[in-house]
């Protein structure tokens, strides 16, 4: 296994800005978050951290912790820190007073009217990357996305991208505006992109930020830390299902100590071998709610696996022998990508 010494950008698509081989996601951090407990000084400090290591793709969404996860990764841009970033914020998830979701609304006016309460909440003037963070079925595709090229023209909005959409949708977006990145989830044990869709952004040229390479952490062998942990009611986390995919995460753990790393890096290195293969741009969008695991993560990136290894890896760790969907069955029937 051989390291690499430099981290070169990487163009976001054939429509995008250059950004940094790894991004950050914040949905885990603060208050509020869908994993429990929340340490915002750590958050600010470890998304300091991640700016000064190069990291500038920077993810949240507008109804993550209720808006108070904007409000946290505005505070830290605040300061002068505002233009090493490039904000990527996903919106349309309706929330209940009681944290409940809603469903989701992409209508035009709502799509500008979220918009609006973004800049607000983050403090900034433009968001880099504006995407919905899932297709609503009662608003064609093209009205959102039309909705957000208005914003792009008005300076409101740099780049459009899309999460969680199969083929068509993409299509018929791109038709409308230039589309950047497709954020999905992606992973060893979540392969269901390589089919259709991966094939599909490359031919596009749209890239793509894969949240979820860690499985929310069950390739590392984490366990949901209580009722307030969403992971609890997951259907990879409950149960046989999780008794299960433990195997699944030991093998992987293995591997790594087999090979002087931790099982972290060697998912990331997976994730970003992978981007050979399938002839398209994968951006790993981590969700490292501390410096430690920040570091972990950057770690990964000095990584690379043969393709011999990747196949190694993927007998080790086969996709098909994950138990449980990665959502509940509602959910899952919601996304426009597993249809």
Same mark, same amino acid.
């Given at each position: 296994?051989?390291?690499?010494?430099?981290?070169?950008?990487?163009?976001?698509?054939?429509?995008?800005?250059?950004?940094?081989?790894?991004?950050?996601?914040?949905?885990?951090?603060?208050?509020?978050?869908?994993?429990?407990?929340?340490?915002?000084?750590?958050?600010?400090?470890?998304?300091?951290?991640?700016?000064?290591?190069?990291?500038?793709?920077?993810?949240?969404?507008?109804?993550?912790?209720?808006?108070?996860?904007?409000?946290?990764?505005?505070?830290?841009?605040?300061?002068?820190?505002?233009?090493?970033?490039?904000?990527?914020?996903?919106?349309?998830?309706?929330?209940?007073?009681?944290?409940?979701?809603?469903?989701?609304?992409?209508?035009? $006016?709502?799509?500008?009217?979220?918009? $609006?309460?973004?800049?607000?909440?983050?403090?900034?003037?433009?968001?880099?990357?504006?995407?919905?963070?899932?297709?609503?079925?009662?608003?064609?595709?093209?009205?959102?996305?039309?909705?957000?090229?208005?914003?792009?023209?008005?300076?409101?909005?740099?780049?459009?991208?899309?999460?969680?959409?199969?083929?068509?949708?993409?299509?018929?977006?791109?038709?409308?505006?230039?589309?950047?990145?497709?954020?999905?989830?992606?992973?060893?044990?979540?392969?269901?992109?390589?089919?259709?869709?991966?094939?599909?952004?490359?031919?596009?040229?749209?890239?793509?930020?894969?949240?979820?390479?860690?499985?929310?952490?069950?390739?590392?062998?984490?366990?949901?830390?209580?009722?307030?942990?969403?992971?609890?009611?997951?259907?990879?986390?409950?149960?046989?299902?999780?008794?299960?995919?433990?195997?699944?995460?030991?093998?992987?753990?293995?591997?790594?100590?087999?090979?002087?790393?931790?099982?972290?890096?060697?998912?990331?290195?997976?994730?970003?071998?992978?981007?050979?293969?399938?002839?398209?741009?994968?951006?790993?969008?981590?969700?490292?709610?501390?410096?430690?695991?920040?570091?972990?993560?950057?770690?990964?990136?000095?990584?690379?696996?043969?393709?011999?290894?990747?196949?190694?890896?993927?007998?080790?760790?086969?996709?098909?022998?994950?138990?449980?969907?990665?959502?509940?069955?509602?959910?899952?029937?919601?996304?426009?990508?597993?249809?």
């Amino acid at each position: 296994m051989k390291t690499t010494t430099t981290t070169p950008l990487t163009k976001l698509g054939a429509a995008g800005p250059q950004v940094f081989p790894l991004a950050l996601g914040c949905m885990g951090m603060g208050a509020g978050n869908m994993y429990g407990g929340g340490d915002e000084a750590e958050a600010i400090a470890t998304i300091h951290a991640a700016l000064d290591a190069g990291v500038n793709l920077i993810d949240t969404g507008d109804f993550y912790s209720m808006g108070k996860n904007e409000l946290l990764v505005g505070k830290a841009l605040a300061g002068g820190r505002r233009d090493r970033a490039l904000l990527s914020v996903k919106f349309g998830g309706l929330r209940g007073p009681d944290g409940a979701w809603l469903g989701f609304d992409t209508r035009p $006016a709502a799509t500008k009217t979220f918009l $609006a309460y973004s800049l607000s909440r983050l403090g900034v003037d433009h968001i880099d990357i504006y995407r919905p963070a899932r297709l609503d079925p009662a608003v064609p595709i093209e009205e959102t996305i039309g909705a957000i090229a208005d914003m792009v023209k008005a300076g409101y909005v740099r780049y459009i991208g899309l999460s969680e959409v199969g083929v068509e949708t993409l299509r018929r977006a791109a038709a409308v505006h230039p589309i950047c990145d497709l954020q999905i989830e992606y992973s060893l044990v979540s392969r269901s992109p390589e089919r259709a869709i991966f094939p599909e952004l490359a031919a596009r040229g749209v890239a793509t930020t894969a949240y979820g390479v860690l499985s929310r952490g069950l390739l590392t062998g984490s366990r949901p830390t209580g009722g307030s942990d969403y992971r609890a009611h997951l259907p990879r986390f409950t149960g046989e299902n999780g008794e299960k995919n433990r195997g699944l995460a030991d093998a992987l753990a293995r591997l790594a100590a087999a090979r002087g790393v931790k099982p972290a890096q060697l998912a990331i290195a997976w994730v970003r071998a992978k981007a050979e293969a399938q002839k398209v741009t994968l951006i790993p969008t981590l969700g490292a709610r501390t410096r430690a695991q920040l570091a972990d993560a950057l770690a990964g990136l000095e990584v690379a696996l043969s393709p011999h290894e990747v196949a190694e890896l993927e007998a080790a760790v086969p996709a098909g022998e994950v138990a449980g969907m990665r959502y509940a069955a509602p959910l899952m029937a919601m996304l426009d990508s597993e249809r």
